[in-house]
């Protein structure tokens, strides 16, 4: 046997880390379409790894095998770039990673890394827990965070139930978000981040993030943003000075629905009085080595895959089905059942104004289309209907193309109640909070063509002129593993 020891391998990782950095500098030199669609998979690693395998290969596999137990030693010290073991790191779930960090941070010099989650909520665990440990000197003192309240329904679960109930860790409230006074007089000494959600789900709050980020360094804390809703097309938080960002992969991201996956992106050397210099230098990685080894939550090599393919065609789509969301609310807008709509694109939504200083499509001045910079909102809105409650059930039960479910980002349109679904287990109280009426509808526009979708809503709200609801019988299929399917 031929005994090289570790040190062979780490010089072999030093020359494969200066190759992989140069070539990321050149992936960041390229306009956002190119990085979604090549992101960090290189020709390279192709052919050297790959078998020429265009498309990112899925790893199926729990483990990597090493050559002997020189680099086995390498590798589970950290020594030497490694997966390991899927748990902790797969090169399918690296290539979103790659891809995620190098889009939240696009257009600015700022250094990025980013973790794959099992989940959106997964992530927001992953990003906020770190910085909520029991101070070392003093273990009873209290922890609190200030967040917005008008938060995904998950999340308010999360933060409500989980973190102030279970944890006795404080969840400071802010109820007007885009006032910033109200912020700074939550933040004291014992408060660990700053959160918030933009544009919320689903009332599409707004705040002055640059002001934000500003108070939380100002008082030595990271910013914490859940940027799902307007996806790294439109807005960038951490280019703007945000330490961390939260995806759920889940939705605009990976719009085509096969599955649930969730990421958190920080810049390098964020902002935290109460975390060591490990896990400020590289949070991405420290949550990777370290806690989520531990605890568990990462993704699966073939959803990380799955959302690989989807992201390609990002800016486009959100351009694409921005613009419908557009048209479908100026719609809604003068109907004659509407009490309300709500949409940033809107310029009767009074955070329009807000919205435009942040909401920009990317790369929307290289487009020979455009030629400058142009604004765009996103494809989620809402609307409430005149009648209260069940003239609302009544209108969503009509919808014949608009598909019912408890979802958004997908490339079909799909609408639900959000009082009596992603917002029920909150209470009256927390929906107030939310400003989520029992009248109010979520409407995520998918990409079907603004006409069939004006038209599905129009037929729709008939009911309220009398139209029947269409009848279906329900029958029950065995499929459902957990709990029978109602087929309608
Ligand atoms: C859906 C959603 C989440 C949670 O993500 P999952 O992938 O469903 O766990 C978090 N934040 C926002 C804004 C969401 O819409």
Same mark, same amino acid.
């Given at each position: 046997?031929?005994?090289?020891?570790?040190?062979?391998?780490?010089?072999?990782?030093?020359?494969?880390?200066?190759?992989?950095?140069?070539?990321?500098?050149?992936?960041?030199?390229?306009?956002?379409?190119?990085?979604?669609?090549?992101?960090?998979?290189?020709?390279?690693?192709?052919? /050297?790894? !790959?078998?020429?395998?265009?498309?990112?290969?899925?790893?199926?596999?729990?483990? %990597? #095998?090493?050559? *002997?137990? &020189?680099?086995?030693?390498?590798?589970?010290?950290?020594?030497?770039?490694?997966?390991?073991?899927?748990?902790?790191?797969?090169?399918?779930?690296?290539?979103?990673?790659?891809?995620?960090?190098?889009?939240?941070?696009?257009?600015?010099?700022?250094?990025?890394?980013?973790?794959?989650?099992?989940?959106?909520?997964?992530?927001?665990?992953?990003?906020?827990?770190?910085?909520?440990?029991?101070?070392?000197?003093?273990?009873?003192?209290?922890?609190?965070?200030?967040?917005?309240?008008?938060?995904?329904?998950?999340?308010?679960?999360?933060?409500?139930?989980?973190?102030?109930?279970?944890?006795?860790?404080?969840?400071?409230?802010?109820?007007?978000?885009?006032?910033?006074?109200?912020?700074?007089?939550?933040? /004291?000494? !014992?408060?660990?981040?700053?959160?918030?959600?933009?544009?919320?789900?689903?009332? %599409? #709050?707004?705040? *002055?993030? &640059?002001?934000?980020?500003?108070?939380?360094?100002?008082?030595?804390?990271?910013?914490?943003?859940?940027?799902?809703?307007?996806?790294?097309?439109?807005?960038?938080?951490?280019?703007?000075?945000?330490?961390?960002?939260?995806?759920?992969?889940?939705?605009?991201?990976?719009?085509?629905?096969?599955?649930?996956?969730?990421?958190?992106?920080?810049?390098?050397?964020?902002?935290?009085?109460?975390?060591?210099?490990?896990?400020?230098?590289?949070?991405?990685?420290?949550?990777?080595?370290?806690?989520?080894?531990?605890?568990?939550?990462?993704?699966?090599?073939?959803?990380?895959?799955?959302?690989?393919?989807?992201?390609?065609?990002?800016?486009?789509?959100?351009?694409?089905?921005?613009?419908?969301?557009?048209?479908?609310?100026?719609?809604?807008?003068?109907?004659?059942?509407?009490?309300?709509?709500?949409?940033?694109?809107?310029?009767?939504?009074?955070?329009?104004?807000?919205?435009?200083?942040?909401?920009?499509?990317?790369?929307?001045?290289?487009?020979?289309?455009?030629?400058?910079?142009?604004?765009?909102?996103?494809?989620?809105?809402?609307?409430?209907?005149?009648?209260?409650?069940?003239?609302?059930?009544?209108?969503?039960?009509?919808?014949?193309?608009?598909?019912?479910?408890?979802?958004?980002?997908?490339?079909?349109?799909?609408?639900?109640?959000?009082?009596?679904?992603?917002?029920?287990?909150?209470?009256?109280?927390?929906?107030?909070?939310?400003?989520?009426?029992?009248?109010?509808?979520?409407?995520?526009?998918?990409?079907?063509?603004?006409?069939?979708?004006?038209?599905?809503?129009?037929?729709?709200?008939?009911?309220?002129?009398?139209?029947?609801?269409?009848?279906?019988?329900?029958?029950?299929?065995?499929?459902?593993?957990?709990?029978?399917?109602?087929?309608?």
């Amino acid at each position: 046997m031929n005994h090289q020891g570790t040190n062979h391998y780490i010089e072999a990782a030093k020359r494969s880390a200066q190759w992989h950095s140069d070539h990321l500098k050149e992936m960041k030199k390229c306009r956002f379409d190119t990085i979604s669609v090549h992101g960090v998979y290189s020709m390279q690693e192709a052919l /050297d790894f !790959n078998q020429g395998s265009i498309i990112e290969p899925v790893y199926m596999s729990t483990s %990597q #095998a090493y050559r *002997d137990s &020189d680099e086995m030693e390498a590798a589970l010290g950290y020594q030497i770039p490694t997966w390991c073991y899927s748990r902790i790191a797969n090169p399918s779930m690296y290539y979103l990673e790659g891809v995620l960090a190098l889009l939240e941070g696009y257009g600015s010099d700022v250094e990025t890394s980013c973790i794959a989650t099992a989940s959106g909520m997964a992530a927001i665990q992953t990003a906020v827990d770190p910085f909520l440990l029991p101070d070392k000197e003093n273990p009873t003192r209290p922890v609190n965070f200030v967040a917005t309240t008008q938060l995904y329904g998950g999340t308010f679960q999360q933060f409500a139930v989980r973190k102030d109930q279970e944890r006795h860790i404080q969840w400071r409230k802010v109820v007007h978000s885009d006032d910033i006074n109200e912020w700074e007089s939550l933040i /004291d000494e !014992n408060t660990r981040f700053l959160y918030g959600e933009m544009p919320s789900n689903p009332g %599409q #709050a707004f705040f *002055d993030l &640059d002001q934000v980020i500003e108070l939380a360094h100002k008082h030595g804390i990271p910013m914490i943003v859940d940027s799902t809703v307007a996806t790294p097309a439109l807005m960038r938080p951490i280019a703007r000075g945000a330490d961390i960002v939260v995806q759920s992969v889940s939705k605009t991201l990976s719009t085509s629905g096969f599955g649930i996956a969730g990421a958190v992106i920080a810049r390098k050397n964020l902002v935290s009085k109460n975390v060591g210099p490990e896990v400020k230098a590289d949070f991405c990685m420290y949550a990777k080595t370290l806690p989520n080894r531990d605890n568990g939550p990462n993704i699966s090599p073939m959803n990380a895959i799955l959302a690989v393919n989807d992201i390609r065609t990002l800016r486009m789509r959100v351009d694409m089905q921005s613009r419908t969301t557009l048209t479908v609310s100026k719609f809604l807008e003068t109907h004659k059942h509407i009490e309300k709509v709500d949409y940033l694109g809107l310029e009767t939504h009074p955070l329009h104004e807000l919205a435009k200083k942040y909401l920009v499509l990317v790369d929307s001045e290289y487009d020979e289309q455009y030629g400058e910079q142009v604004n765009r909102y996103g494809h989620l809105m809402s609307f409430r209907i005149k009648g209260g409650a069940q003239a609302t059930r009544d209108v969503f039960d009509a919808m014949q193309r608009i598909w019912r479910a408890t979802d958004l980002g997908r490339i079909k349109s799909v609408a639900t109640i959000p009082a009596i679904s992603t917002h029920s287990q909150q209470g009256e109280e927390g929906r107030k909070l939310a400003d989520i009426p029992s009248n109010l509808i979520r409407l995520c526009v998918g990409a079907e063509h603004p006409d069939d979708i004006i038209a599905d809503l129009n037929q729709a709200l008939e009911v309220l002129d009398g139209k029947k609801i269409p009848y279906t019988s329900p029958e029950y299929s065995a499929g459902g593993a957990s709990s029978a399917t109602l087929k309608r």
